[in-house]
């Protein structure tokens, strides 16, 4: 292993090999740890009265709970977290998640297709909102070769759609790269999800 020079000039800082963990604070230990483990097909790798660590992969934990009895609800109109993403490989994978998480009492607070990705949007028992995605170019060049485009500029949130209609397009044989792709409404502002 070669030792970097520590105080060697770099024109940038150390860029990490990937995201590892949430952790969200709360008041309400089991019913996000429940919440959790559905949504993200996940398991509790360690828990006791304070804390809970949850896996779905071979990550050791990628949300953690910590109770806190002191602390306040979340105030929707303060700085912070908008969201937290996880993608999905296809836009199957994508619908199947949505249906099985429908199956389970949770629904989605809305679904739109941003361009880059098509998403799915979530809110957790505290409020917190996760997105949940498929990667509608092949690469991240592609992504952001779209995300330059004057249509992006104009509309950078995107477009609603309804997951059951996809599910039936999916069903008839439309191609993913079809179904992926954004079609073009001009410029709208975001959705109020807070009031979701």
């Not at 028992?125 to 500029?153: I, K, R, W, Y």
Request: aromatic share 8%; with cysteine; charged share 25%.
């Amino acid at each position: 292993m070669t030792i970097p020079d520590f105080d060697a000039p770099s024109p940038k800082v150390q860029s990490p090999s990937a995201l590892a963990h949430v952790v969200l604070r709360t008041t309400n230990l089991k019913p996000m740890e429940d919440f959790y483990v559905t949504f993200l097909g996940g398991r509790v790798v360690h828990k006791n009265n304070m804390l809970s660590f949850i896996t779905y992969d071979e990550e050791h934990h990628r949300i953690a709970l910590i109770a806190l009895p002191s602390i306040g609800p979340k105030y929707p109109a303060s700085c912070g977290l908008e969201h937290i993403a996880f993608t999905f490989p296809t836009l199957s994978d994508l619908m199947l998640a949505y249906r099985q998480r429908k199956a389970r009492g949770i629904s989605p607070i809305w679904c739109v297709n941003h361009g880059p990705t098509t998403s799915v949007y979530y809110k957790d028992p505290d409020g917190n909102v996760l997105e949940t995605q498929v990667d509608n170019f092949d690469t991240p060049d592609d992504a952001n070769e779209f995300m330059s485009t004057d249509a992006f500029a104009e509309n950078p949130i995107g477009v609603d759609f309804d997951p059951e209609d996809l599910i039936k397009r999916l069903r008839a044989g439309e191609d993913d790269s079809v179904l992926k792709r954004r079609k073009e409404i001009g410029p709208r502002g975001p959705p109020d999800l807070d009031s979701v």
